[in-house]
């Protein structure tokens, strides 16, 4: 129950912080500490007897909210307005590595029951805006270089309309389930087509005249959906333990 419940407070805070573009940062924070004690106390009552995850899921949402947004924006810092955002960006490999460690902490320790329905919800939540910040950090520790605003776009680099923000969770939810019901031909057959789609930008990107940019395209690309599918893996190596 303990890394259910941590990822899907993980998975709302970053979603809640989506709501920055439209709202004051103060008022989304407000709903982030209201998000964050509701879970400590649900899982205080609800949660027998380990009625402390909440109280942990909590500690570690707000931890990685106030960590990893250092890594998609400008920072003030005496005049500099860019920090070097990848050490932030490390953030995101200690949640995933104390998220693997609650899963066996679950699983060989705890052994509680957790409800199916949560469960799916809590993976399908953290797969959306969760792992694209997990995915835009990996793609920030390999080298890649943040634009002129500060930003570092998605799963799909260099696109105006940002789509690999849409389709990285649609991809990511779709490999989870096919994983957990054993299609694993469909999801060699999703990649493969991933593939074939990028293959038109990734060669025009490798006959650049600069060789030092040369193939840049092609290695964001394989990293960041190395990035993706491991995610959507290890979500579905986790619900086939859990279930």
């Known amino acids: 129950m303990l890394v259910v419940v941590t990822i899907l407070a993980v998975g709302v805070t970053d979603l809640i912080g989506l709501t920055q573009a439209r709202l004051a940062i103060q008022t989304v924070r407000y709903m982030q500490l209201v998000w964050w004690l509701a879970v400590t106390v649900a899982a205080a009552l609800w949660i027998r007897p380990e009625g402390w995850v909440g109280a942990v899921a909590a500690l570690i949402a707000a931890a990685w909210y106030f960590i990893a947004e250092r890594m998609i924006g400008p920072l003030e810092n005496d005049g500099d307005t860019r920090s070097a955002p990848e050490l932030f960006a490390w953030s995101a490999v200690g949640l995933v590595v104390i998220l693997a460690g609650f899963a066996w902490l679950d699983i060989t320790v705890l052994s509680a029951v957790v409800p199916i329905g949560l ?31 500060g930003q570092a776009a998605g799963a799909v680099p260099g696109s105006r309309l940002k789509g690999g923000r849409v389709i990285g969770p649609l991809e990511r939810i779709f490999m989870m389930v096919l994983a957990v019901v054993g299609a694993y031909h469909v999801v060699a057959a999703l990649m493969a087509a991933k593939g074939i789609v990028r293959f038109p930008e990734i060669s025009a990107d490798a ?5 030092a940019q040369a193939g840049t395209k092609a290695e964001e690309f394989l990293v960041g959906s190395l990035a993706s599918w491991g995610l959507a893996g290890g979500a579905g190596l986790l619900a086939s333990m859990l279930l």
């Open 119 to 149: 469960m799916w919800l809590a993976l399908a939540i953290f797969l959306t805006q969760s792992g694209n910040r997990i995915t835009r950090a990996v793609l920030l520790l390999s080298g890649r270089e943040l634009g002129a605003d």
């Open 207 to 211: 006959k650049r005249e600069d060789p």
